[in-house]
């Protein structure tokens, strides 16, 4: 900020990686990250998913879950098996990450580039991507933002069709809620 540059942070919702303190714990069976998380014990659930979800990269990472040694379970990981899917219908999850976003908004960060968003929320049934949900999490990021950091910026990474980009920036009564 003194040299007069603003500073941009990449931060990515949808996934974290396994090596990553809360899955670390999830693997050591700490039921709480375990819940931050999509942990299957069968295939019956995650083959249920993968009629419908799309394969991100189908050639360099097929499937959409990893089997976990340590708990012998599968988890959610549409783009790597290093890169596990959070489970954002645990409220737990989602006052995290939103504690993560104040707490950079607060060590100065002006823009938060938010990475993979489309992906965030799952449905069995669903293609999981771009679903109403999504957008209810990006309010929900931005308004508490708002609340603590108000001349933060939200830019997404929202991989869509491009009839698709215009719900990012919200729509009908939250136009302008969602990403800047």
């Not at 990981?77 to 489970?87: G, P, R, S």
């Not at 908004?105 to 938060?112: L, R, S």
Request: proline content about 4%.
């Amino acid at each position: 900020h003194n040299q007069k540059m603003s500073v941009v942070a990449d931060i990515v919702l949808n996934h974290s990686a396994d090596s990553n303190e809360w899955a670390m714990k999830a693997k050591q069976g700490d039921e709480k990250y375990k819940d931050y998380f999509y942990f299957f014990k069968g295939r019956e659930i995650p083959d249920e998913y993968e009629k419908t979800m799309t394969e991100i990269f189908p050639d360099t990472a097929p499937g959409n879950f990893t089997w976990v040694e340590e708990q012998k379970e599968w988890v959610m990981t549409l783009f790597h098996n290093y890169q596990w899917d959070l489970n954002y219908k645990n409220p737990r999850l989602l006052v995290e990450m939103i504690d993560n976003l104040l707490f950079l908004a607060n060590k100065g960060v002006d823009i938060m580039r938010l990475d993979a968003v489309a992906y965030m929320w799952k449905e069995i049934g669903k293609r999981n991507e771009n679903l109403p949900q999504v957008h209810t999490l990006l309010q929900i990021f931005k308004l508490c933002g708002q609340m603590v950091a108000p001349a933060v910026a939200y830019i997404a990474e929202a991989i869509v069709a491009p009839n698709e980009i215009i719900k990012y920036f919200g729509e009908g009564i939250s136009q302008g809620d969602e990403c800047d």
